[in-house]
């Protein structure tokens, strides 16, 4: 059983950055996809991009300009750099890994590491 672990997060002013990164405890399969979300207090949790052997993918385009999605070779890291931070996207951000279309959810998540961003 794969376990993801999320850290990076705290507290940041608008305009400042955070590296959030999601270490596996074992090396991710070739074939999985892996992913950050993130939920805000009262709203849904919400994908924000899926990067895996063949492409990344943006699910949330209006944070492609300021966040980028990268893992490391061994799929054992992943990480969300995070620019320009804006007070909405205060958050709880997740990592998520593997889908399966036929169960439609994924097989691993992280237990999540908040972001604040506020002055």
């Known amino acids: 059983q794969v376990q993801l672990v999320e850290h990076g997060g705290g507290w940041v002013q608008p305009g400042g950055s955070l590296q959030l990164s999601c270490v596996a405890s074992e090396a991710i399969g070739a074939t999985c996809g892996m992913t950050w979300h993130r939920q805000a207090a009262g709203k849904e949790r919400e994908l924000i991009a899926t990067?895996?052997?063949?492409?990344?993918?943006w699910t949330k385009r209006t944070l492609e300009d300021r966040f980028t999605i990268s893992q490391d070779g061994e799929k054992k890291i992943l990480y969300l750099q995070m620019n320009h931070l804006k007070t909405e996207d205060t958050a709880v951000y997740y990592c998520?890994?593997?889908?399966?279309?036929?169960?439609?959810?994924?097989?691993?998540w992280g237990q999540g590491t908040q972001v604040n961003v506020s002055s």
């Open positions: 998520a890994a593997c889908y399966r279309a036929n169960l439609g959810e994924y097989l691993y």
């Open positions: 990067i895996s052997i063949t492409e990344t993918r």
